[in-house]
C-alpha cells in the first residue's frame, strides 16, 4: 500500500501536528532512558538517535509504517533477487557481492560463483600491480559511481594504503582535471584504469581516448600493461583497444559498484586483504539489515526517521558532518547515493507522488564546517538534522589533536541540542535542532564497508517507504542528450529552433 494511503501516515500526520512544542531539552528530562532507548548498535557503528526530534510514539508509529507498506517483504526480495528495479527489470544485488563463497542457493548460487570468479584474478592483478615497482602512478578515469567510490575509499583508508603507489582521480570532461593529473607522469611508470559500468559515458570515454593519445604521444605502445578497463560492457573495452578487462554485471547499479570490480583502485591501495575485510564489514552490515528485528535495525532506524523528517516535520536537507579528515568525500560519496536513488517524484509506476522524498545532502569534514556554514545550523531559520560521525581512535600519535577533534564534534551536538539564552538576541541560541552521532571504534576496511553499507541500507528504506525505484536514474539523461545536441550547434553555429536564452549564450560563447 503507498506510505500515504496507511493508517500508520495518517496516525503520524496527526502526531506531527501535536508535536510542534516537542523540545529535545525537555524529552531528556521527562525520559531518563532515552539516550539507552535511542542508542542503536550495529556491526561497527554505534548510533546515538536520542537528540532527533522523535518520542516514543513517533518511533512506534514509524515501525508501524514501516510494517503497513510491506518494507520487510521488499527487502527479502531484494535479498532474494528478485528484479525489484522494475524500471529496468535488474535485480538489485550488490550486495552479494560481498558475500563470502557458498553461502547462496538456489538461483543464485551461479552469480554468486561468477562474484567470486571474478574478484579472485582482480585481486591478484591489484597485488601483481602493488608489487610492480616501475607502476608509480595509478589514474582512474570514471565518474559517478564509477569514481566517487574509490576516491572516498582511497582517502578514508589512506592509513591502509601501502606507500610507493599514487593514486589519482579524473571524472570531469573538463580538460583541466585530465591536463593537470597528466602533467606529472610518465607513461612508462602509469597505470589507466578506465571505470564505466556501461563504458559509453561521454565524459569518460574523452577523457579515456585523451588517456591513450597522451599515451601513445609519449612513445607508450603496451596498451595492455598500461590500461585496464572495468565496465559490465567488455566487448566496448576490447572495441577501444583495451584487453586487460574486470567485468561486473548490470544488477550492480552504479553508484553501488564499490564493492565490484570498480572497487580495483582501492584493492590497489590496501591490499587484497584490505579490499576482503572491507567486503567483511558490508557483508556483517548486510545481515544486520536482514536479520535484526525492525525496532534495533540501524538502516531502518535510520531510514524511517528520514522519512520523519522529510513527509512529517518537512525537513528539506541534512547535513553530513565526518569528524575525520579522511572521510571528507564521503558527503560527496552519500549525495549521489541518496540523491540519485531517491530524488524521485513518481512512484515505481510512474504515477506522480503527492509527498516529498529525496532531501538535499551537503556538508564538509569538522572542523572546518563549523567554521563556516555552522553558523546558519545554530542560529538560521531552518532546521537542518545533523548527522555527525567520529571515530574513537586516532591511527597519528599527535599529542592533543584528537582529543580536541572528539570535544569538538561532541560539543556541537550538544550546542546544537541545549543552546543558550540570551536577552539581546544576536547571541540566542534557540537550541532544540536535532542530529544523530554515529560513532566508528576506528576507521579501518571493515569499519567503512560497514558504515557505507549502512547508508546504502537506509536510502533503500526510505525509498521502499515512498514507494520509489531508487535503483533508476531517468533523471540523468536528458541532460547528456541536450549536451550532444548543443555540442554539435558549438561546432556547426547552427541555432535554429532554440531557445532565446540558449542561443544567446551559445552565442556568447563561440
Ligand atoms: O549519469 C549518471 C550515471 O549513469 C551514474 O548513475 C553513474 O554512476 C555514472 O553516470 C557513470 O556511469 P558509468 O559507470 O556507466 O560510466
Not at 510494517?67 to 522494475?86: S, W
Not at 544485488?93 to 542457493?105: D, G, I, N, V, Y
Not at 579515456?208 to 612513445?219: C, D, H
Amino acid at each position: 500500500m503507498r506510505c500515504d494511503q496507511t493508517a500508520a501516515w495518517k496516525a503520524l500526520q496527526a502526531h506531527a501536528d501535536t508535536f510542534k512544542s516537542f523540545d529535545l531539552r525537555s524529552a531528556f528530562e521527562q525520559d531518563p532512558q532515552r539516550v539507552s532507548r535511542l542508542s542503536v548498535s550495529a556491526p561497527h557503528v554505534l548510533a546515538d538517535l536520542s537528540k532527533n526530534h522523535t518520542d516514543p510514539v513517533t518511533e512506534a508509529l514509524l515501525i508501524e509504517l514501516a510494517r503497513q507498506t510491506g518494507l520487510a517483504a521488499h527487502r527479502d526480495a531484494m535479498f532474494r533477487g528478485e528484479p525489484i528495479n522494475n524500471t529496468e527489470n535488474r535485480a538489485v544485488m550488490h550486495w552479494l557481492l560481498r558475500q563470502p563463497e557458498a553461502t547462496q542457493s538456489g538461483e543464485l548460487v551461479a552469480p554468486l560463483q561468477q562474484v567470486h570468479d571474478t574478484l579472485e584474478p582482480m585481486l591478484a592483478f591489484a597485488e601483481q600491480v602493488r608489487a610492480d615497482a616501475q607502476i608509480t602512478d595509478v589514474v582512474n578515469i570514471g565518474i559517478g559511481g564509477s569514481d566517487l567510490g574509490p576516491q572516498m575509499a582511497v582517502l578514508a583508508l589512506h592509513d591502509f594504503v601501502t606507500p610507493g603507489k599514487r593514486f589519482h582521480f579524473v571524472s570531469n570532461v573538463d580538460g583541466h582535471e585530465l591536463a593537470g593529473v597528466l602533467q606529472g607522469l610518465k607513461a612508462e611508470k602509469t597505470l589507466f584504469l578506465i571505470a564505466s559500468k556501461t563504458f559509453t559515458t561521454l565524459d569518460t570515454m574523452t577523457n579515456a581516448r585523451s588517456a591513450l593519445a597522451w599515451f601513445r604521444a609519449q612513445g607508450g605502445t603496451d596498451v595492455a600493461r598500461h590500461f585496464a578497463a572495468l565496465t559490465t560492457n567488455v566487448a566496448a573495452a576490447n572495441e577501444f583497444g583495451i584487453t586487460t578487462t574486470f567485468g561486473f554485471w548490470d544488477w550492480v547499479g552504479g553508484r553501488y559498484s564499490l564493492w565490484s570490480a570498480i572497487g580495483l583502485p582501492v584493492a590497489m591501495a590496501i591490499g587484497a586483504q584490505g579490499f576482503r575485510d572491507l567486503l567483511a564489514g558490508a557483508h556483517a552490515m548486510d545481515q544486520h539489515f536482514q536479520s535484526a528485528p525492525l525496532e534495533a535495525n540501524l538502516p531502518v532506524r535510520m531510514g524511517l526517521l528520514d522519512v520523519w523528517y522529510r513527509n512529517f516535520m518537512h525537513y528539506t536537507s541534512r547535513s553530513i558532518a565526518p569528524y575525520h579528515s579522511a572521510l571528507r568525500r564521503v558527503p560527496a560519496y552519500l549525495q549521489q547515493l541518496e540523491m540519485e536513488s531517491n530524488g524521485k517524484r513518481v512512484d515505481r509506476n510512474g504515477h506522480a507522488l503527492p509527498y516529498d522524498t529525496a532531501p538535499v545532502l551537503w556538508g564538509e569534514p569538522g572542523t572546518n564546517g563549523q567554521h563556516a556554514y555552522f553558523q546558519m545550523l545554530h542560529q538560521g531559520t531552518d532546521v537542518v538534522p545533523v548527522e555527525f560521525i567520529a571515530v574513537k581512535k586516532p591511527t597519528h600519535s599527535l599529542k592533543d589533536h584528537h582529543e580536541l577533534l572528539l570535544a569538538n564534534v561532541i560539543a556541537q551536538a550538544q550546542a546544537l541540542m541545549l543552546g543558550q539564552a540570551d536577552q539581546g538576541g544576536h547571541k540566542h541560541f534557540p537550541g532544540n535542532r536535532p542530529s544523530t552521532f554515529l560513532l566508528l571504534d576506528e576507521l579501518t576496511p571493515a569499519s567503512l564497508g560497514a558504515l557505507i553499507a549502512l547508508q546504502e541500507h537506509r536510502v533503500f528504506v526510505s525509498g521502499s517507504i515512498w514507494g520509489i525505484n531508487s535503483f533508476d536514474q531517468w533523471g540523468v539523461e536528458l541532460g547528456k542528450v541536450l549536451a550532444k545536441d548543443i555540442h554539435a550547434r558549438i561546432v556547426t553555429g547552427n541555432m535554429s529552433g532554440l531557445d532565446a536564452s540558449t542561443a544567446a549564450l551559445l552565442n556568447k560563447v563561440r
